[in-house]
């Protein structure tokens, strides 16, 4: 069982920055794939970015290429999401996942394992 606690989430206004951590509790984190999801209300769960486990692969939707960067570090079993230019489209809770293969968490947008999610309201 591995747990995700995500933090970082906040109200900032559009044009703003900010940036999510997920830390792991499973010392084999750096064996897993990660992902960062968000559902809006009334909207599916979309996957936003995704890692693989060395960092050599990502993956990002179109809506936060460019803005978004998703990055990892091994030795503090932490995941971030740094969010730039921030839209009002972006309001939505985020949740951290890891799937032990990046195909599935990239390609499938499935997970083993959720965090909790972190609110984040982007207001004009």
């Known amino acids: 069982q591995v747990q995700l606690v995500e933090s970082g989430g906040g109200l900032v206004q559009a044009g703003g920055s900010l940036r999510l951590s997920c830390v792991a509790s499973?010392?084999?984190?750096?064996?897993?794939?990660m992902g960062w999801f968000r559902q809006a209300p009334g909207k599916e769960r979309e996957l936003v970015a995704a890692?693989?486990?060395?960092?050599?692969?990502?993956y990002y939707v179109g809506s936060v290429k460019g803005r978004f960067t998703i990055s990892r570090d091994n030795a503090k079993n932490t995941v971030y999401l740094q969010m730039n230019s921030l839209k009002l489209e972006d309001t939505a809770v985020y949740y951290c996942?890891?799937?032990?293969?990046?195909?599935?968490?990239?390609?499938?947008?499935?997970?083993?394992?959720w965090g909790q999610g972190t609110q984040v309201t982007v207001s004009s």
């Open positions: 996942a890891v799937n032990s293969n990046y195909v599935s968490i990239a390609i499938l947008k499935k997970a083993d394992y």
């Open positions: 499973e010392r084999t984190f750096s064996t897993y794939a």
């Open positions: 890692m693989s486990w060395n960092g050599g692969t990502t």
